[in-house]
């Protein structure tokens, strides 16, 4: 009979893996450059992160939240606004392509 083999204890406290997530999906960086700046090998990060994530994401068919709503809302209108102006500027260089100066 086979003996299980037990992972050895992590040598990371679960504050330091929260804080290493939380600093990883703040920053602009990739996650192996902030595995590199905090010494931690990029997939053990990588692997936090993602753990972190699928516990976090919302599930399939929530409701939006109040902010996310409004978010939301504010995007639509300046999507709005920017097809405006992108017709506006379309009739604009049609007129001017015609124009025989």
Avoid at 17 to 35: D, G, M, P
Avoid at 72 to 80: C, H, S, V
Wanted: glycine content about 2%; overall charge positive; proline content about 7%.
């Amino acid at each position: 009979m086979r003996k299980r083999e037990v992972a050895p204890p992590s040598k990371y406290t679960p504050e330091f893996r929260e804080e290493s997530v939380q600093f990883a999906l703040r920053s602009s960086k990739t996650v192996s450059e902030t595995a590199r700046e905090l010494e931690l090998n990029p997939e053990t990060l990588r692997g936090w992160v993602k753990k972190y994530q699928k516990q976090h994401e919302p599930p399939a068919g929530a409701e939006l939240t109040v902010s996310e709503r409004v978010r939301l809302k504010e995007l639509e209108r300046r999507i709005r606004e920017v097809e405006m102006e992108n017709a506006f500027l379309k009739k604009c260089a049609a007129y001017f392509a015609k124009d025989p100066r």
